[in-house]
């Protein structure tokens, strides 16, 4: 069974770019979420999507945001880059029901983002 | 005070010592993750549990709920279980929509 994909694994950004980060979760997987992680800040939650709905969003400005698709991959967005977005980005995907949102979560190897 | 605070932050052991990581939270909560992160990144999960102790190879995970208190013990470690490993809770109610993550703990193993 292929594990969670995510693209691109590096990317190098100016300030005032956006970045578009792909997810591709494990076949079945319909949750699916998204993390910042960076060294002073350590792991974030950014955001939750379960069936193409986005269930939570993290404490983060409206430059973040995100989508799933019916095939249940999800995209992140982020607009007008800032230096301080300069991270490793992760995505998990989950075997959690609707009905109860806890799940295992199975991580991808990151995208490595740099704002210059 | 964070949510959820782990100890020791960093962890220098020899090959073969038994290790115990421990992680405190201040909500209720449905569930606990322990994970793992080597260097370069990647982060898999090691557990997730709600009550009780569970145990895989060398590695086994306890969690006390009256107390708020979750510890991730390895048994004769080895200088492959070099990593930061990480704990995180989701609150009670919620799921993996609602995750709160510790600082995460270095352990380095010595041979």
């Known amino acids: 069974k292929a594990g969670v994909t995510q693209t691109p694994r590096y990317l190098i950004k100016t300030r005032g770019q956006q970045v578009t980060l792909s997810c591709s979760p494990i076949s079945g997987h319909r949750s699916v979420s998204w993390y910042q992680q960076t060294p002073g800040q350590g792991l974030q939650f950014l955001f939750e999507y379960f069936s193409e709905t986005q269930r939570n969003k993290g404490n983060f400005p409206g430059r973040f945001s995100g989508r799933q698709f019916s095939n249940s991959r999800s995209e992140m967005n982020v607009s007008t880059l800032e230096l301080g977005d300069s991270a490793l980005y992760l995505c998990a995907s989950s075997p959690a029901k609707e009905s109860r949102g806890t799940g295992e979560l199975f991580f991808g190897e990151g995208s490595r983002l740099t704002v210059l | 005070k964070n949510e959820v605070e782990q100890s020791p932050q960093n962890l220098t052991a020899q090959e073969g010592e038994f290790i115990t990581i421990n992680c405190s939270y201040s909500?209720?909560?449905?569930?606990l993750h322990w994970l793992q992160q080597h260097p370069g990144g990647g982060i898999v999960s090691l557990f997730m549990?709600?009550?009780g102790k569970k145990k895989h190879g060398r590695l086994i995970a306890t969690i006390n709920i009256q107390e708020k208190h979750s510890s991730l013990h390895i048994t004769a470690s080895h200088p492959r279980d070099s990593a930061v490993y990480i704990c995180?809770?989701?609150?009670?109610?919620?799921?993996?929509?609602?995750?709160?993550f510790g600082t995460g703990t270095r352990l380095t193993i010595i041979p």
């Open positions: 549990l709600s009550s």
């Open positions: 909500v209720g909560i449905s569930a």
């Open positions: 995180a809770v989701s609150p009670y109610n919620f799921g993996n929509e609602k995750l709160t």
